[in-house]
Structure formats: C-alpha cells, structure tokens
T-cell receptor
C-alpha cells in the first residue's frame, strides 16, 4: 500500500515549456486535490476532483489544468510555465470519515521555472 | 467561509520544555479541525483531528489540542519538546462534511538543545 505517490520529484522548466505532474493513489479515495506550497503562505488549493471524470477550481487555478480519467490518477498540467509557478506541488486524496474528510498527502514535486 | 490564523510564524523552545502553537479559526458552522506536520523536504503528516465528540484531542508523538468554541481556538501543545519535533506545523479547517481544507500559513518550530 503505497498511499499517494507523485511523479516526478523534481523538475526544472524554462519559461513557456509545458509539463504534466502525475498523482496516483491506491486507497480507492473519491476525492483528489492539487495544492501548491509557497513560503509563508501555507498550502493553496489549485484544483480538486470529487470523482472520476469531474474536476473543479480551487483557490489559485489560473495557469493550470487537470484531468481525472481514472479514479486512482489525478494529473496537473502546466501549458506554458511561468516563473511565478515555481513552487512545491502536493497532491492529496481523501475519503469521508465521521462527518469530515481526512486528506492524505504525497511527498511533493519541487518545480523550478527559469 | 472558513479561515485559519496561526498566530506565530516561528516558535523556538528548548528541548524538554513545553510546546504551544496557537491557532484561531473562523467558521460559520461547527468546523472540522486538523493539525498537520511537515518535516523538511517531506510531505504532510496528520498529527490529530477534531470531531465533535471530545474537545481535547490526542494525536501522535505526544501532541494534543483543545477545541475552545468560545475562543474559536485550537491550540497545539506538547508537554516536553524533542529535537525530532522541529518542523513546520499547519492548522487546518474545513466545514463539517466539507471536502476542501483551508490551511493556515504555518508555524515553524525550532527546538534548541
């Protein structure tokens, strides 16, 4: 049981390049999330998904797209990377527990855009 | 809407002394509350979570937090700090039954030997 995994762990992009971050979970969770973490700002929600084939915008969605074609995978895409997207990206998944959703996090992807 | 304020961006304690990390929340409803810990270059790990069952919540590694509705607070405490507790701690809130979490800005805990 690997939990939540993220690929790749590190990436350096040049401005304007595109890339896709992959998140996979093996806990059969319904919900999946993408966050970015910047110093002094905690984690901010980019996009999330409440089930296969559905996605929704979070707090900071601009410049990102997502897809959830399979329940266990959630992809985050950057079509034209900008230096402002330099950050650490975390994926999470969750399921309902006694009235709330406990989220399980992946190890993160450190992205640098030059 | 829910929001969280972590009152200290940095806290420094000596090993063996108590730890207090402060968190105030704002919520229109009775919220779900969490504390997560992040060690350097690692992902986030759940320390503890609040349900409506008990106001004093015990978590892993000797941490606990008390939900005080009258003060809208959910402070994290530990009686005796250990060097391995040095990390960043996040207070998190969600609406009851809500799938989205709102994170505080984080508190970096430094433990001096």
């Amino acid at each position: 049981n690997a939990g939540v995994t993220q690929t790749p762990k590190f990436r350096v992009l040049k401005t304007g390049q595109s890339m896709t971050l992959l998140c996979a979970q093996d806990m059969n969770h319904e919900y999946m999330y993408w966050y970015r973490q910047d110093p002094g700002m905690g984690l901010r929600l980019i996009h999330y998904s409440v089930g296969e084939g559905t996605t929704a915008k979070g707090e900071v969605p601009d410049g990102y797209n997502v897809s959830r074609l399979k329940k266990q995978n959630f992809l985050l895409g950057l079509e034209s990377a900008a230096p402002s997207q330099t950050s650490v990206y975390f994926c999470a998944s969750s399921t309902l527990w006694r009235g709330g959703y406990e989220q399980y996090f992946g190890p993160g992807t450190r992205l640098t855009v030059t | 809407a829910q929001s969280v304020t972590q009152l200290d961006s940095h806290v420094s304690v000596s090993e063996g002394t108590p730890v207090l990390l402060r968190c105030n929340y704002s919520s229109s409803y009775s919220p779900s509350l969490f504390w997560y810990v992040q060690h350097p270059n690692k992902g986030l790990q759940l320390l503890l979570k609040y349900t409506s069952a008990a106001t004093l919540v015990k978590g892993i590694n000797g941490f606990e937090a008390e939900f005080k509705k009258s003060e809208t607070s959910f402070h994290l405490t530990k009686p005796s700090a250990h060097m391995s507790d040095a990390a960043e701690y996040f207070c998190v809130v969600s609406a009851p039954g809500g799938a989205k979490l709102v994170f505080g800005a984080g508190t970096i805990l430094r433990v001096k030997s």
